[in-house]
């Protein structure tokens, strides 16, 4: 056996606590398998068992929005009210198995959010070479004034 594969098979134990099997991961990729509401699809949960059941210690799913109303693409999972929680339980038992953290990478498309179903929004305003969102603190601060 090489020095290297003994790395790669080695447990990683974060500073967090958190102990990796090994030392592979599935990085964050937006697959665009849910099923356009927020929810994981059975394709989408079958994926990421997949991985896990393959031997992976971290699978990252990528693009996970806090905010509906502004998804980079229309299959982004959300963590919102309005999503299932009954699939994002069974994506999260299914992809977890073999002892493998199963990990959202967080985002908000902000100047990227998809323009056919939301409107470009961000922490604050961009105009660049046609990179253009409006600001969503400036809508917060005004919404939090209204109900003062």
Known sequence: MTAEKNVLER????????????RLAK???????????GNP?????RLYERWANGGVALAVIGEVQGDARYPEKPG??????????????????????NATHL????????????????QPKGPSPLDINGLRCEATFNQM???????L
């Open 141 to 147: 601060e005004q919404e939090i004034s209204s109900s």
């Open 27 to 37: 990085s964050a990729m937006s697959d665009s398998l849910g099923d356009g509401e």
């Open 41 to 45: 699809t059975a394709a989408q949960i």
């Open 76 to 97: 982004n999972l959300v963590l919102g009210a309005d999503v299932d929680p009954a699939t994002l339980k069974q994506l999260a038992a299914r992809g977890s198995v």
């Open 103 to 118: 990990w959202p990478q967080l985002g908000h498309a902000g100047a990227l959010s998809h323009e056919p179903i939301s």
């Open 11 to 22: 447990p990683l134990t974060l500073p967090c606590g958190a102990v990796f099997k090994n």
